[in-house]
């Protein structure tokens, strides 16, 4: 996952560049005195901290779900957060580390993690004709 390679982090926030990035259940955030894995704060918000939302149009309608977010990484530069969706059925969370030079509403970065679908369906599609791997079938070259 592309969240837990600080490297990227860095550079994106060195360009000003803001993200969201998918991280594991077990990644640590900083929110104070202490580092606390993703599913350990999920775990103490409040049911007032989650909203729902639409993460974007799919197959069948809008896909809602609960999203919650979490202030992280106090005395960096810009505004860090844990972002949470939460699926209404089956209750699975998923985390992403979310970062931007300026503050912003949470649709924002709900808005970006909903693409990851959009983004899935082309990398699938693509497979079909194998250019995920950078190859490139002969009829397109002819």
Request: include cysteine; aromatic fraction near 12%; charged fraction near 25%.
């Amino acid at each position: 996952m592309y969240g837990t390679d600080p490297g990227l982090r860095a550079d994106l926030e060195a360009r000003g560049t803001s993200y969201v990035l998918a991280v594991a259940c077990r990644h640590k955030f900083t929110t104070g005195l202490r580092a606390s894995r993703g599913d350990d704060l999920a775990r103490r918000l409040p049911r007032a901290a989650w909203q729902r939302y639409s993460a974007g149009p799919g197959a069948k309608g809008h896909r809602y779900y609960d999203w919650a977010w979490v202030a992280t990484d106090p005395g960096q530069r810009g505004h860090h957060w844990l972002l949470i969706r939460r699926n209404r059925t089956t209750k699975e969370l998923a985390y992403y580390r979310c970062y931007s030079p300026r503050r912003v509403p949470l649709t924002a970065p709900v808005k970006v993690a909903g693409c990851r679908w959009a983004i899935e369906e082309t990398f699938q599609a693509s497979n079909a004709c194998a250019l995920h791997c950078g190859s490139v079938p002969s009829w397109f070259l002819e």
